[in-house]
C-alpha cells in the first residue's frame, strides 16, 4: 500500500499557537485570578477582533450555536425563518430553541447558497427573517436579499460560521445584513476551542447581546431581560489572542494546500472543483469537491479514500431537512429542494489545514487519481 497514509488524515486539525504565547496570558489570568464574565482577556479579544474583521460592533459568545440564538433573541425573532438545508444542524437547532418554525427555501446550484428566488417564493404572513448561511465561505447573495428584506420588512441574519476572512471586493461579508454569527469551535479556521461571536450592526443590538449573554443581568441588582449564559471565558479567549496573530499564516498556508488541489484535480473526469464568485475572497475553511458522472461515486471515494488512511467528510449530508426534527416540515420535501438534494449527494471536503503541507495535499491527490481511475489499491 504505498499511497496509504501511515498515520490518519482528518478533514481539519485545530490550529493551535506557539505555546509559550498562550501560557503568557495565563500568567496573567493566575495573576488576576479573575476566570470569565468579561473579564480583560474577553474585552482584549472583542477589540482585536473588531478590527481584525473590520467590523463595528462584536460580541463574543460560548459557541457558534450560542451566537445564532443570540442573534434571534437580540432582533426579537419569531414566527417563521427561512433558510437552507444545506448547513450545521447548529444553524436549525439555534432557531428551534428560539421557538421559531424553520422554512427551508432550496439552494443556487452553482453557489450552493439560498437562491434569493426560492426565498421570495417561501416568504408568508409569518415570515420574519431570512438566514443565510455563507456555506464554505461562498457568500450569499447579500444584495438580493437586502432588497427582499426592504420589500416584504424582514430581518436578515447570516451565518458566517465558514466565513472569518471571507471579502467580496476587498470588502468583509461579515457587515452584510442585521447580524452575522461566527464560530470559533477548534474545527474552525480561526478558534478559541469552543466559542464564537455575534456581529451587529446597531449598537443597541450589540448592548442587548451583551445583557443576553449574561443573564440579562445590568447590574447588582437589576435583570433587565431573560437572558442566558453564553459568557466567553478567559481561557478561551487567551486561545483567540494567541491564534489571531498566526491565523494569516495558516490561511496562506491553506491557499498553497488550496493551489495543489486545484491545479491537480482539475482534470479528472467526474470531480468538478467549487467556483467561487469573482472579487470573492476565499476564506479557506473547507475545500470541496463534487462528483458526478464519473466512474467512482460520491460514496465510493470517501469510502475508497479511507483504506489509504484519509478521512474526508461529506459536509452537510445528510441534509437537516431529512433528520427526524425536521423532516416534517411542509418545506422539507426534496422536492421542494432538489439542488440541495443533489450537492448533498455530491460534495466531498477534503482535508483542509495549514499542517497538510504541499507534500500532503499532493499525496492525497496521487490517491484520488488511483482511485478514481478505478484501479484498486
Ligand atoms: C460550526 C458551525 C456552527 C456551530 O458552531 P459551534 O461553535 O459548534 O456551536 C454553526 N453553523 C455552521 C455553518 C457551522 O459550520
Redesign the pocket.
Known amino acids: 500500500m504505498p499511497l496509504a497514509f501511515e498515520q490518519p488524515v482528518y478533514v481539519s486539525r485545530p490550529l493551535l499557537p506557539p505555546f509559550e504565547s498562550y501560557s503568557r496570558l495565563l500568567e496573567g489570568v493566575w495573576g488576576r485570578v479573575r476566570l470569565t464574565n468579561k473579564g480583560p482577556l474577553h474585552d482584549a479579544l472583542e477589540d482585536a477582533l473588531r478590527h481584525h474583521l473590520h467590523v463595528g460592533h462584536l460580541s463574543l459568545t460560548s459557541?457558534?450555536?450560542?451566537?445564532?440564538m443570540l442573534a434571534c433573541r437580540a432582533l426579537d425573532l419569531s414566527g417563521e425563518v427561512i433558510t437552507t438545508p444545506l448547513?450545521?444542524q447548529?444553524?436549525l437547532h439555534?432557531l428551534t430553541w428560539c421557538g421559531i418554525t424553520p422554512v427551508f427555501a432550496d439552494i443556487d446550484s452553482a453557489t450552493l447558497t439560498l437562491d434569493p428566488h426560492a426565498v421570495e417564493r417561501a416568504i408568508t404572513p409569518r415570515t420574519r427573517a431570512i438566514l443565510g448561511?455563507h456555506?464554505f465561505g461562498i457568500p450569499c447573495d447579500v444584495h438580493a436579499f437586502a432588497a427582499l428584506a426592504r420589500r416584504y420588512n424582514l430581518r436578515v441574519v447570516y451565518?458566517g460560521?465558514?466565513a472569518f476572512g471571507t471579502e467580496i471586493n476587498g470588502e468583509t461579508v461579515l457587515t452584510s445584513g442585521d447580524a452575522t454569527?461566527l464560530?470559533?469551535?477548534a474545527?474552525?479556521l480561526f478558534n478559541t476551542a469552543?466559542?464564537?461571536a455575534v456581529i451587529v450592526q446597531d449598537p443597541e443590538h450589540k448592548r442587548r447581546i451583551d445583557l443576553l449573554k449574561n443573564l440579562g443581568i445590568q447590574d447588582e441588582v437589576t435583570v433587565v431581560l431573560p437572558g442566558i449564559n453564553a459568557r466567553m471565558n478567559e481561557f478561551a479567549a487567551a486561545l483567540g489572542l494567541a491564534n489571531l496573530p498566526i491565523v494569516e499564516a495558516e490561511w496562506a498556508a491553506r491557499a498553497a494546500v488550496a493551489e495543489i488541489y486545484r491545479s491537480r484535480l482539475a482534470g479528472i473526469e467526474g470531480l468538478d472543483l467549487l467556483a467561487f464568485p469573482r472579487g470573492v475572497r476565499n476564506s479557506h475553511h473547507y475545500f470541496v469537491i463534487r462528483i458526478r458522472g464519473g466512474r467512482v461515486s460520491r460514496d465510493g471515494l470517501y469510502e475508497s479514500l479511507k483504506e489509504y488512511n484519509v478521512f474526508a467528510r461529506r459536509y452537510?449530508w445528510p441534509l437537516c431537512n431529512t433528520q427526524p426534527s425536521y423532516r416534517d416540515l411542509p418545506s422539507s420535501k426534496p422536492e421542494n429542494l432538489t439542488a440541495a438534494t443533489r450537492a448533498g449527494e455530491e460534495l466531498l471536503c477534503l482535508p483542509f489545514y495549514g499542517e497538510l503541507g504541499t507534500g500532503g495535499a499532493h499525496r492525497i491527490c496521487d490517491v484520488i487519481e488511483h482511485v478514481s481511475a478505478g484501479r484498486s489499491r
Open positions: 459557541s457558534g450555536t450560542a451566537a445564532l448547513t450545521s447548529a444553524t439555534a448561511v456555506v451565518d460560521a465558514h454569527t464560530s470559533f469551535h474545527t474552525k469552543e466559542g464564537g452537510f
